[in-house]
Every structure is written in C-alpha cells, then in structure tokens.
C-alpha cells in the first residue's frame, strides 16, 4: 500500500524559499501516476500547486507558475516543491498526493505539513 | 474565489438525506469527470467519490455522486454523526490547464 510523507521547514521567512519533500513507500514513482502538490490555506479550501508525471511532464496552477518548481527524484522515490518568494498568504498545510485523477482506489494522499510564513 | 462553487455550509439530523451541489462550467464540469473528498477536522482529504458516482472501496453505499451539465452534486443518506466534516468537489479544467476545487462545504449533523 502506497504512503505518502511530507518534511520539510514548517517556517519559511516571506521573500524566501519554500522548500519541501514527499517521500514515497510502497510504489516507485517511475511506475507511473500524476503525482501532486496541493494546499490549504488555514479556514479555507483547496488549491492545486501543481502535478508532475514520472516522465517530469509539469502542470503549474497559472497563479502560482512564475514561482513554483516541482521535481521528482526517482533514485530516492521523493517528489519536491519549491515556491520562491514567499509571502504571509504563502500559509498553509501542504500535501503530496498521488492524484488526483479518476484513479480510485489508487488515489493517495500524504497527512500534510503546515508551512507558516513569517514576516 | 473558488473556480467551483459549493455552499459553505449544509446540516441535517440523523437519518436524513444532505446533497451538496458543486457548480462549473464548460471547460471543467462539463467536460470532465468530478471527484469528492471528505475531509474530517485536522485530517488530510479522502476520496470519496471518483468520476463522478464512484465509490472507492471502503466508501459506505450512503455516500453518492452525480453529474449533469455544468453542475455535480454529493448526496448522502442516512445521515450519520461521523459524517460531520468537509466536503469538496474537484476536476480538471480544460482553460486552465489544471486540477480546480470547490471551496468547500462544511456539513453539519444537529
């Protein structure tokens, strides 16, 4: 069963780097799969960052393409998301998932990690 | 502003039927499927409902989905206490070029 594990600052300062990994166990990523980044500000809904193929075909959310990067490492079967010059509305748990998609059962998201940006 | 539009808020008591109506457009519901996740307070989302009426193994029978034009809709019998949680819609967007969710709809078992 696939599992998802997200790591990385839980405060960035704003006008830096958001850095962050999510580890995956139990399926390699170069099986196949979209795989994504998604997040959730505090209160309020969810926003799709962005997805990456096991190829490293990429789809950026338009508002946030200037400024994210998404990668994957398949020597260590991680997936990565940058997003430069942060700001306060920056804040929000972020999740990895493999999805979304019309995957069913094969859908699966990580637990999340807070991300508070600081002034 | 959510690309979807969800109410913010919907209730019932035990027992009853809750629907949840998700609203698009052409270039994301519809022209492509529409998914549900649940989202229980400080827990990550969970599908619940895949192209839009399937249930992933696991999903209780009570939850179900359906899709007509432009809009979709969550529906869930047999209200339960356990039910009490977040629900969000989702799907492609051909103009985007990217995933657009519902803001969500917190649902409420007086």
């Known amino acids: 069963q696939v599992q998802l594990q997200e790591s990385g600052p839980g405060l960035v300062k704003a006008s830096e780097t958001l850095s962050l990994t999510c580890t995956v166990s139990?399926?390699?990523?170069?099986?196949?799969?979209?795989w994504a980044w998604i997040r959730q500000p505090p209160g309020k809904g969810l926003e799709w960052i962005g997805s990456i193929f096991h190829s490293g075909d990429t789809f950026y959310n338009p508002s946030l393409k200037s400024r994210v990067t998404i990668s994957v490492d398949t020597s260590k079967n991680q997936l990565s998301l940058k997003l430069n010059s942060v700001t306060a509305t920056d804040t929000a748990v972020y999740y990895c998932?493999?999805?979304?998609?019309?995957?069913?059962?094969?859908?699966?998201w990580g637990q999340g990690t807070l991300v508070t940006v600081s002034s | 502003q959510s690309v979807l539009t969800q109410p913010p808020s919907a209730s019932g008591t035990p027992g009853q039927r809750v629907t949840i109506s998700c609203s698009g457009s052409s270039s994301n519901i519809g022209t492509n499927t529409v998914n549900w996740y649940q989202q229980l307070p400080g827990t990550a989302p969970k599908l619940l409902i895949y192209s839009n009426n399937q249930r992933p193994s696991g999903v209780p029978g009570r939850f179900s989905g359906s899709k007509s034009g432009t809009s979709a809709s969550l529906a869930i019998s047999g209200l339960q206490s356990e039910d009490e949680a977040d629900y969000h819609c989702a799907t492609w967007d051909d103009s985007l070029r990217g995933w657009v969710f519902g803001g969500g709809t917190k649902v409420t078992v007086l």
């Open positions: 139990g399926y390699s990523i170069s099986s196949g799969y979209y």
């Open positions: 998932a493999r999805g979304p998609g019309d995957y069913g059962d094969n859908e699966a």
